[in-house]
């Protein structure tokens, strides 16, 4: 079964603007989950989409938002992009039957924002 | 959700059991023990979870003692490819509440030849 995919797997954007990164899950997964990884904060979570709906939400700002479609498949946004916004951004899917701990992450998208 | 706390980083050689323990002394009755691992630059990875009873896979087994306030994960022959960050996360497991995991900072294992 072919893992986690997430494209794409660096960028470099200015400060001010947006961003959309993917995720497609492992076939059968319905959650995906977002986290976001920096040196400072370690790894902290972002949000979980499961059916299409936002299930879970961590404590950041409104410019991060996300969506799922419905293959499951998920995208997550950022606007007005800050210098602070640089990070590994990390996706996960998770089978519904595992109530949701046994996630399975992809490689990262890797952030630079200049 | 209950606390853990493990040390910062641990040194083991190659070929040998590697212990890594994880304190959670306020972990409640229907609070799981979850184990990651994340190697360098690689998105975290799976390995284990348990409630109160010894597990064992393919990668690693648990022993949680048996007032569930610790857990010791072990790698039984440690390979260079097992350096990573270890993460130890206790959650309860709610039907339909989905996954939020809260990592800390975890322990990082260095193998050495």
């Known amino acids: 079964k072919a893992g986690v995919t997430q494209t794409p797997r660096y960028l470099i954007k200015t400060r001010g603007q947006q961003v959309t990164l993917s995720c497609s899950p492992i076939s059968g997964h319905r959650s995906v989950s977002w986290y976001q990884q920096t040196p400072g904060q370690g790894l902290q979570f972002l949000f979980e989409?499961?059916?299409?709906?936002?299930?879970n939400k961590g404590n950041f700002p409104g410019r991060f938002s996300g969506r799922q479609f419905s293959n499951s498949r998920s995208e997550m946004n950022v606007s007005t992009l800050e210098l602070g916004d640089s990070a590994l951004y990390l996706c996960a899917s998770s089978p519904e039957d595992t109530r949701g701990y046994e996630q399975y992450f992809g490689p990262g998208t890797r952030l630079t924002v200049t | 959700d209950a606390k853990t706390t493990q040390p910062p980083s641990m040194d083991c050689a190659e070929g040998r059991a590697a212990n890594l323990p994880c304190n959670h002394s306020t972990i409640s009755g229907n609070e799981y023990v979850y184990w990651y691992r994340q190697i360098h630059s690689q998105g975290p990875q799976y390995i284990i979870h348990g409630l109160k009873n010894n597990e064992t896979n393919e990668m690693a087994s648990l022993i949680i003692t048996e007032d569930r306030k610790s857990s010791t994960l072990i790698l039984p022959h440690a390979t260079l490819r097992d350096t990573a960050v270890y993460y130890c996360?206790?959650?309860?497991?709610?039907?339909?509440?989905?996954?939020?995991?809260?990592f800390g900072q975890g322990t990082e294992l260095s193998v050495k030849p």
């Open positions: 989409y499961f059916s299409e709906t936002q299930r």
């Open positions: 996360i206790v959650r309860p497991r709610i039907y339909n509440q989905g996954g939020k995991l809260i």
